[in-house]
């Protein structure tokens, strides 16, 4: 059982290629790219328009809301299930995006991890929110040193999920993570594309993205996703307040920045982070085809 993986750094051109061959071989695109998970964003996150889609389903996008929060393992489940059903259909299952630990955690397996009860997870939060993020890691570093000492002192996500797994189990999620991998259905075989196009090229890409979300209205979204941060109905530290040109855009709604340096922000950001990307895929991915 084949399953078509489409990976490669933002901008590279991995969904159009992905309707183009689904085409040829009755394919369902499922998102691998975190942020396209996420309702709020879709311009800003280039999510692929009903137009782009060309008929192809689509799945796993817009499929979170801005107050939730998704690991690596949810993802895995969610897409697992998605090629399952791909399968029944008799449809080849296409994984597209460029979040490569999604990916590589679906391919070579996670180690199993507990279940978070929604109350914890909510008093987790809430503790972060009241007493700040350095007392919560500081508490940490006390009941999990093994753990604190992996994670950065102002990585809000992964302390949150470290302090979550050690409510809810009393034990470290370093123990967790050393259980042996659950490994994909062993008649699983994944095929990779790896799409690298040389940086001046995904430069100008970058740059005409930018401006085309210019004219679709991607300022309407971001002041949408703002009112809700500042009315207090999604966090401040949500993890789709990460994506993209989002901080920028949003300083230019409040006058602290003009538009034209917010889009010039926003394109260095992108650009950066494209070569973490090419960087992680030259290191972790072994590619059946590169593009």
Not at 17 to 40: F, H, P, W
Not at 45 to 63: D, F, M, N, R, W
Not at 175 to 187: F, H, N, R, S, T
Request: aromatic share 4%; charged share 25%; proline share 7%.
């Amino acid at each position: 059982m084949i399953i078509k993986v489409i990976i490669g750094p933002t901008a590279s051109g991995k969904s159009a290629l992905a309707v183009e061959r689904a085409k040829s071989d009755n394919g369902t695109i499922i998102n691998a790219d975190a942020m396209q998970c996420y309702d709020a964003l879709p311009i800003l996150t280039a999510q692929p328009t009903q137009k782009e889609t060309a008929g192809i389903p689509h799945v796993l996008y817009s499929v979170l809301a801005s107050t939730e929060r998704m690991s690596a393992a949810d993802w895995v489940v969610m897409s697992t299930r998605e090629i399952q059903s791909a399968f029944k259909l008799g449809r080849t299952p296409y994984l597209v995006g460029g979040t490569g630990m999604y990916i590589k955690a679906l391919m070579d397996g996670l180690s199993p991890m507990p279940d978070i009860s929604p109350e914890i997870r909510a008093n987790v939060r809430s503790r972060i929110d009241t007493e700040g993020l350095p007392s919560v890691y500081a508490d940490l570093q006390k009941r999990d040193p093994t753990m604190a000492a992996k994670l950065k002192a102002g990585d809000t996500q992964r302390i949150l999920r470290a302090m979550e797994v050690l409510e809810a189990t009393g034990k470290s999620l370093a123990e967790w993570q050393a259980i042996p991998l659950q490994k994909p259905p062993a008649d699983w075989r994944f095929h990779v594309t790896v799409i690298n196009p040389p940086k001046e090229i995904l430069e100008t890409k970058i740059r005409k993205r930018l401006e085309a979300m210019l004219n679709n209205g991607v300022m309407d979204e971001v002041a949408s996703l703002s009112k809700q941060i500042e009315d207090g109905s999604v966090p401040e530290d949500a993890p789709i307040t990460v994506a993209h040109g989002f901080k920028y855009l949003r300083r230019v709604l409040k006058n602290e920045l003009l538009l034209p340096d917010a889009v010039e922000a926003t394109a260095i950001e992108t650009r950066q982070y494209t070569k973490r990307q090419r960087t992680w895929l030259r290191n972790q991915i072994a590619p059946d085809e590169v593009l």
